[in-house]
């Protein structure tokens, strides 16, 4: 399990960014590449990090399902994730 830090750091990242795109977009469009170097570190897309929703692992990370391959071993196991069946031969 991830710290909560961690995790929090990574949401405030996300509004971060939401809040900051149409800036950005409008000061990349414009070519004004002083105006975006003023603009907070982490309002860029680039700082994300995916993680597990559950656990916030950042490693081994399915961006289909949004959860690491863990999670994903353990819910598909259990029949949690329609479609997905654990193959045995």
């Not at 961690?6 to 000061?27: G, I, N, S």
């Not at 929703?53 to 819910?75: A, D, H, Q």
Request: charged share 35%.
């Amino acid at each position: 399990m991830a710290k909560e830090s961690m995790k929090a750091r990574e949401v405030k990242r996300e509004r971060m960014v939401a809040q900051f795109a149409d800036k950005r977009k409008a000061l990349k469009e414009a070519g004004d590449y002083i105006g975006l170097q003023k603009l907070p570190k982490n309002a860029s897309p680039v700082r994300l990090h995916n993680r597990c929703k559950l656990t916030g692992r950042p490693k081994g990370y399915m961006r289909l399902f949004g959860v690491s391959r863990i999670n994903f071993r353990e819910m598909a196991s259990n029949g949690l994730i329609p479609g997905v069946r654990k193959s045995s031969w």
